[in-house]
């Protein structure tokens, strides 16, 4: 804890650190909740953050990112409540972040107080708020200047290229693993004429680029402890131009599914309806009117593309070794990439029915 006492300290806050301890369940960063008591004698809180440097190579492009699009929805937004945008805290080199001897990222963000992320939905009206706030989000961020972004990893929801990238892991199969989950690689290729359909309804027209969140998970917004009204969409890491539907997709796959993402207990998967409909209304009241009916229909595309494109993230990194994504226990990626493939199995023999909730919404 000493270093992160130490990374503190250049940043821009007066008072004692009273506590330092890991937080959340992000699979990529590494969280610190800070307890502080400042001058007056009040608590208050932070949140500490090491940017993954094997994920993101850019960290400055990424910092710049979040301080425009932060700056942006304090101008355009019309929400009262002070915990509706993350606010970056300065650090005392008139940067928002610091960079340490290691070339690792740090910065800081005031602590989003009484209010919880959650990851799987206990409710309808949670999912619902979900969806509200990162549809809101999109329409938030409907006039950013685009030109203005970083894209903080390539290729991130390019569904075509994570299937090349997959095959030449499969190929080279470094941990000697792909002969153990042959059942899985066949799923991944037998779904192959599927990834590029965004794609090719994006160059027919259909799906235009907008600025999107692109890693919409639940535990990527935080409710209001009490209300569990949505109060702020968190994580910005990945903000960049990507599909409408995509957003949507992303926290179906992960909050509309019954069991946790690394349930090993299959049987326990499949998608709820009831949460994929919840989740919708949500996201397109958030949007307020801004998708068009072809986006809307491809709603259930993003879902599907999501969780296949996860389940092969998290295969992939499997076959290289568990090298991209936290795992707490040998085989976690593995359990994971079985949960989403279950989930499409289910997403397909419900097919029909997610194509017409959407069609109740599409204008
Ligand atoms: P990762 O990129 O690793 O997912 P996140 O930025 O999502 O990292 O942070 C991990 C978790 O920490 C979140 O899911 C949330 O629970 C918590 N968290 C992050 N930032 C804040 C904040 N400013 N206030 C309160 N909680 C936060
Ligand atoms: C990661 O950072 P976190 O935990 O919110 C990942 C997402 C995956 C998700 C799977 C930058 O999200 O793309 O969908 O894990 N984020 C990045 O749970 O790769
Ligand atoms: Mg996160």
New binding site residues.
């Given amino acids: 804890m000493e270093k992160k006492l130490e990374i503190f300290s250049y940043f821009d806050v007066p008072g004692t650190v009273k506590t330092i301890a890991p937080h959340g369940?992000?699979?990529?960063?590494n969280t610190f909740l800070i307890e502080t008591v400042n001058l007056c004698g009040k608590e208050v809180r932070y949140i500490l953050q090491a940017v993954n440097k094997n994920?993101f190579t850019d960290a400055v492009g990424l910092m710049n990112n979040i301080e425009k699009v932060t700056a942006f929805l304090k101008k355009v937004s019309a929400d009262s409540d002070p915990r509706g945008i993350m606010r970056l805290v300065p650090a005392k080199n008139g940067l928002y972040y610091h960079i340490d001897e290691e070339n690792t990222c740090w910065r800081v963000y005031d602590y989003i107080e009484n209010a919880v992320s959650i990851e799987l939905p206990e409710s309808l009206d949670e999912f619902y708020e979900c969806g509200f706030a990162f549809g809101n989000f999109q329409k938030l961020l409907n006039d950013f200047p685009v030109e203005e972004l970083t894209e903080t990893?390539v290729n991130f929801h390019n569904t075509p290229w994570r299937y090349e990238n997959f095959r030449k892991a499969v190929e080279e199969d470094l941990c000697g693993r792909a002969a153990s989950v042959k059942a899985e690689i066949d799923f991944v290729n037998s779904e192959k004429d599927f990834y590029s359909v965004l794609f090719d309804n994006q160059k027919a027209g259909k799906l235009p680029f907008r600025v999107t969140h692109n890693?919409t998970?639940p535990?990527?917004v935080m409710l209001d402890a009490a209300t569990k009204k949505a109060i702020c969409v968190i994580?910005l890491?990945?903000i960049m131009p990507g599909f409408s539907v995509n957003d949507f997709g992303?926290a179906i796959r992960?909050g509309a599914n019954t069991a946790a993402?690394d349930e090993k207990d299959l049987s326990k998967v499949s998608l709820s309806l009831e949460l994929f409909e919840a989740y919708a209304k949500g996201f397109l009241e958030g949007t307020g009117g801004l998708l068009s009916a072809d986006e809307v229909m491809l709603m259930p595309e993003g879902a599907k593309m999501m969780t296949i494109e996860?389940g092969m993230?998290f295969l992939t990194d499997y076959l290289q070794g568990d090298v991209?994504?936290k795992t707490h226990y040998e085989g976690q990626n593995l359990d994971r990439c079985r949960t989403q493939f279950e989930l499409v199995r289910d997403m397909n023999r419900k097919w029909a029915q997610m194509k017409e909730i959407v069609s109740r919404y599409a204008k």
């Fill in positions: 369940n992000g699979h990529i960063n994920v990893i890693d998970k535990n990527n994580d890491d990945t992303d992960f993402e996860c993230r991209y994504f």
